[in-house]
């Protein structure tokens, strides 16, 4: 079965730093996509940025990007030039490639507060 | 193109009473997950449909239902409801043209309060 570790259960940054939010994740699968979510207080779950095992070279989408390192399991979430509107959690998620593959396993999260 | 939507947004029900939950995808979506999140047990997968077929299922009892009619749109439904079922339900769709892991789009949720 597979799993997502999110140690930080919160984490402070300055308005303008960068910041980057931790995940290891375990699957014996060599297939799988990572995903980073952010939920703000209203509740939705937002898509930041995906991940496929295959993929060479690390995502980006704008101020997101994501350190992904296969030989260590770390899918990390880096946040440059924070923003007070970044403040929210933020989790992340793994699928499994295969078959028909539908389900999200998702990390416990971690709370993200941007300072002034 | 407009998101994912449920219906309704906040919910209070009492225990024993059951309870229907409602998805619209975004257009052209054809594959409806749920999920329950909830502070002690974090964000579970409940279900998936596509194409009016639940395709893939998680670790909830049977009395957790869904179904997904033939416009993609997708009921959630829970019956002899218990304390415990007091969450954040998610709606989420994707493409899923080649069910292969496709990025799934959440809704707003549903908050079930039950007394």
């Known amino acids: 079965a597979q799993k997502i570790t999110q140690t930080q259960p919160g ?24 995903f980073w979510y952010k939920q703000p207080s209203s509740g939705e779950m937002i898509f930041l940025i995906y991940q496929g095992s295959y993929d060479q070279q690390n995502a980006t989408e704008g101020r997101y990007s994501l350190n ?15 923003q007070l509107g970044d403040s929210a959690m933020y989790f992340c998620a793994m699928i499994l490639l295969t078959g028909t593959a539908s389900k999200l ?4 999260g971690t709370r993200l507060q941007v300072t002034l | 193109k407009a998101g994912v939507t449920q219906t309704p947004r906040y919910l209070i029900k ?13 257009s052209g979506h054809r594959s409806v997950s ?4 909830t502070p002690g047990q974090g964000l579970q997968f409940l279900f998936e449909y596509f194409s009016e077929t639940q395709r893939n299922k998680g670790n909830f009892p049977g009395r957790f239902s869904g179904r997904q009619f033939s416009n993609s749109r997708s009921e959630m439904n829970v019956s002899t409801l218990e304390l415990g079922d007091s969450a954040l339900y998610l709606c989420a769709s994707s493409l899923s043209t080649s069910g292969m892991g496709e990025t799934q789009y959440f ?9």
């Open chain 2, 34 to 37: 749920w999920y329950q999140q």
């Open chain 1, 11 to 34: 984490m402070f940054v300055q308005e303008k730093e960068a910041v980057t939010l931790d995940c290891t994740y375990d699957t014996s699968d060599p297939s799988y996509g990572l």
């Open chain 1, 105 to 108: 396993t998702f990390g416990t």
């Open chain 2, 14 to 26: 009492t225990r024993g009473q059951q309870v229907t939950l409602s998805c619209s995808p975004i």
């Open chain 2, 107 to 115: 809704g707003p949720g549903t908050r079930l309060l039950v007394l």
């Open chain 1, 68 to 82: 992904f390192q296969k030989a260590r399991k770390s899918a990390n979430l880096v946040i440059s030039a924070s």
